[in-house]
């Protein structure tokens, strides 16, 4: 699928995930394409932000952002964008907002 097709609320998980980094942003952005539906990519992207809610120094560090980011503020970036995919999945998909197109 393409970002196009994301209802709003799906779509503002890429506002989110810029507001921590905008090389996160770029990595949900590009995993849209991986999906046939918005629940298989929100599901997808919600296992791939644990991982770094689980472990955000070595997400940092690997894309050389550790020395640039307050670690503590990203770590609650993080948390509020876990918190609107699992909100979102919990939405009935016609009450998510407009597509985008």
Known sequence: ????YLTQMAYQCIIYADDATD????ELGAACSN???EDEYLNGILQHVKRIEKRPQ???DER???????????KQKIKTLRE????????PIGKRGKRRW
């Open 23 to 26: 090389v996160l942003k770029s």
């Open 35 to 37: 999906y046939r539906t």
């Open 58 to 60: 070595d997400y940092l």
């Open 1 to 4: 699928m393409d970002t196009d």
């Open 84 to 91: 609107h995919i699992d909100k979102t999945l919990a939405t």
């Open 64 to 74: 050389n952002l550790l020395d640039e980011t307050d670690i503590k503020v990203f």
